[in-house]
């Protein structure tokens, strides 16, 4: 993707660089139907009874992933905010980690204060920075980054997966010529990252990569990183269901949101083989495979309300098996201390620009 507009217009042009609440505005009226047909303004909070209002926002990840299997689960430990930095640094010596690490937030959306920590001095400074609970995670390595959107209707034998989507890391590869700023200015998603990266590489930017040689510059694997999505409908077949199937067998009390996760290939992936979760989300989980660049917007909108109504059937059925939803007012409350406590979620999810406990680990 050759920069061809200025980057005002890229941010207008592609919808993928939207404010969330801007793109999801016109299925408002979708919603309301759905609504309307369930009698309640809050049918969706009764998808997954196990999770906290179903994991609209605000439930904790560690709490989620102690519902999964271990098996498919990354080392992971969860810390207080109020944590000493050397305690953190002896409990995840103790339990074997090894650096790089990834931190995050135990409560966070979007992947925002998600990061890759090197070494100790960057686990102390990601601490100063972020004073949040939150979790250290084993970095895994595999190349394949996922978003596995999966669902089931409790009580019957219908289940299924709405979305894959594929993550293409933020790397560039020299010419022999430029720097890595000037490589980042020739690509528009790149260019829309050049503040956040210089705050990372610094000097770095100016350094020149040999002819043919890759760098990658963001391991994380979220789109305010520039990271591309792509879709992987194509590997949604009854065989990875079945994967998914017997991993969401096992959770309590859920019945859909997104896996995103790591595998060492799409063949382990339908096989259930090197598979790690390094998060489940629930019903506000998007179907990232609609942020692919060949995407057009109907077909973007196509597969969201498509999503959509799967969720509603999710919702209705586990109601009828006695699941409650969260009372509208109550609901209110929820999302005005939400966001007035976190003003950044309403950003751009590519471009971030408006328009211990130890022994509470997985091991």
Known sequence: MRTKLPLFWVKIFYYEYWPFWFFFLP???YWLYLAMKARSLTYFTAANPGIEHSGVFGESKIDILKKIDPQFLPKTLHFKASEDWLKVLEAIETHGFTFPIIAKPNVGERGSQVEKIDDEAALRKYMEANPVDFLVQ??????????????RIPGTEKRGITSIVMKEFLTVTGDGKSSIRQLLQKNERYHLQ??????????KMEEV?????SELLQPIGNHCLGTKFLSGQHLINEQTVEVFDQIASKIDGFNFGRFDLKVSS???????????????????SEAGHIYDPKFNLLQ?????????????EV???SRKLGAKVTPAGEMVRLIRSHFSSRPDVTKSPTTNLSLPNALDGIQ
């Not at 990569?209 to 040689?213: A, F, I, R, V, Y």
């Not at 799409?266 to 506000?284: A, H």
């Open 209 to 213: 990569l040999p002819s043919g040689k």
């Open 300 to 312: 973007a909108y196509r597969d969201v309300a498509k999503t959509m109504k799967v969720m509603f």
């Open 194 to 203: 050049i503040k956040i990266l210089e705050k990372k590489l610094g000097t």
């Open 315 to 317: 919702s209705q059925q």
């Open 138 to 151: 084993q970095f895994i390595g595999y190349s394949l980054e996922l978003g596995v959107l999966y669902y």
């Open 266 to 284: 799409p063949e382990d992936l339908m096989n259930g083989k090197n598979v790690k979760i390094m998060e489940l989300n629930g019903v506000t």
């Open 27 to 29: 299925m408002v009226p």
